[in-house]
């Protein structure tokens, strides 16, 4: 997809480093920041300078590379594994890839193990994009179908940013959008600002300026008047992992919306790659909820007069806050997810009928 028309991904390797775009300053300014050892890329994921699952799962595979390039040692390797499966734990992806990358490198030759390892690295994120332009392929064929209905623009809410900026390119929940403006569909997206990072306002919107797509920015809590005055026509959301029932967990408010789009009929859609499928854990009580510092609900970044970004506080100094990340969508509010095989029903049915 396109930064000021020139073509990026979000992550890439060039002369032994990692290349990432540092998303925590977007969208004020567009910084391409190297990732040069395992510290690096563990802690590029933890203050999320890369963030959405299937990114987080490729700057691990990535992680992984620097951990054999810094020290070629197996005793290493194992500690970087850990610490990256570690570094956030909701979004399925990381420890996908980093289980991924170890069974690769079991048994392997030191004289290989790097050429190795970089190759699946790419592998995995070559993949991924692969994957998320056929989400895009299926998903756009549902819009496509609406706007024909509708004879008029089709105006979808998103949640979080699940676009191009959170895997490698295309995005997941954005795929749909981009295939339909690129075939003319007129469409118009509402972004959920989604505190309290803002990923929907400084990412989503960004990207979507980026690409020519009208959008508009709406408080987290806006969505539920605007389909009970039919400014809505679909919801499509991305995930961090869905269970193999269907159950779907994803950035906190996500069920907020599914809730809403039930009551007003309104279809709710989650896309994703088989990558974010989480087949062991069945009950979403048991999917680990990531629980964030409380001071990015008590402070906003933001750019002053100067063009610099400041960081403030606007809670009362005294109070606490809980900074819960994510929250489980059941299937059951859930009209279909979009993946890379087609679309399904939120159900174990409909899951392994496409991946069996």
Not at 189 to 218: C, F, H, M
């Amino acid at each position: 997809m396109k930064i000021e028309g020139k073509n990026y991904r979000t992550i890439w390797f060039e002369n032994n480093e990692v290349k990432i775009i540092d998303q925590t300053k977007l969208p004020h300014k567009f910084i391409i920041k190297s990732l040069k050892n395992i510290k690096d890329a563990i802690k590029a994921i933890k203050t999320m300078e890369v963030r959405g699952a299937p990114l987080i799962g490729a700057t691990a595979a990535y992680g992984l590379v620097l951990s054999i390039i810094e020290k070629n040692d197996l005793s290493l390797l194992k500690k970087s594994s850990e610490d990256l499966i570690s570094s956030r734990p909701t979004a399925i992806n990381l420890k996908w890839a980093v289980d991924r990358m170890m069974k690769k490198l079991s048994g392997v030759n030191n004289s290989d193990i790097l050429k190795i390892a970089l190759d699946e690295a790419k592998a995995i994120t070559e993949e991924d994009v692969e994957f998320c332009k056929n989400i895009g392929m299926n998903g756009v064929k549902i819009i496509e179908e609406i706007s024909k209905k509708k004879k008029d623009v089709v105006n979808i809410l998103t949640h979080c940013n699940a676009g191009w900026l959170a895997t490698i390119d295309w995005g997941t929940a954005t795929s749909p959008i981009y295939h339909a403006h690129q075939k003319g569909i007129k469409v118009h997206i509402w972004v959920d600002e989604t505190r309290p990072r803002n990923q929907g306002a400084n990412l989503t919107s960004y990207e979507l300026n980026e690409e020519k797509i009208p959008n508009t920015i709406i408080t987290d809590n806006t969505g539920g008047i605007l389909m009970q005055r039919g400014k809505i026509d679909m919801c499509i959301v991305g995930t961090d992992r869905t269970l193999s029932n269907g159950d779907v967990c994803n950035k906190i408010g996500t069920y907020l919306k599914a809730l809403s789009a039930k009551d007003n009929n309104i279809p709710f859609y989650v896309a994703l790659p088989s990558s974010t499928i989480d087949w062991n854990i069945k009950d979403h009580k048991k999917i680990p909820i990531e629980e964030r510092n409380p001071e990015e609900l008590s402070h906003v970044e933001g750019v002053d007069e100067n063009n610099n970004i400041k960081r403030v506080r606007i809670y009362p100094q005294k109070s606490k806050s809980l900074n819960l990340a994510f929250d489980v969508t059941p299937a059951k509010l859930v009209t279909g997810l979009i993946t890379e095989k087609g679309v399904c029903e939120a159900s174990e049915q409909g899951l392994k009928g496409l991946f069996k």
